[in-house]
Nanobody, 127 residues
């Protein structure tokens, strides 16, 4: 089993930055496909960004392209989401997710494709 714990959420003004961390335990996730999702009140959970198991392919939702960056630190068994130029519409609970893919070059953008989830961290952007 894999446990994921997100940290780094909080309240920030529009235009500001936050860095979310997702620490994994239980198993090494360095070859897992991983992703960041978010869910705002009354809305469906959406994929913000995703990373393939081999780290060579990434996906970004159009709404965050050029502002968010996903990265992974295999030595720390962790994943990160750097969020810059934040907007009020980025306000949501952010979740990290992982799926064992054994170094696959594919990323996943559907929440049903991920087996492991963190508990989420709240990001609130004030205008």
């Amino acid at each position: 089993q894999v446990q994921l714990v997100e940290t780094g959420g909080g309240l920030v003004q529009a235009g500001g930055s936050l860095r979310l961390s997702c620490a994994a335990s239980g198993r090494t996730v360095s070859t897992y496909a991983m992703g960041w999702f978010r869910q705002a009140p009354g809305k469906e959970r959406e994929c913000v960004t995703a990373l393939s198991g081999n780290g060579n392919s990434t996906y970004y939702a159009d709404s965050v392209k050029g502002r968010f960056t996903i990265s992974r630190d295999s030595a720390k068994n962790s994943m990160y989401l750097q969020m810059n130029t934040l907007k009020p519409e980025d306000t949501a609970i952010y979740y990290c997710a992982a799926e064992p893919t054994y170094y696959s070059g594919h990323y996943y953008t559907d929440f049903g494709q991920y087996r492991y989830w963190g508990q989420g961290t709240q990001v609130t952007v004030s205008s």
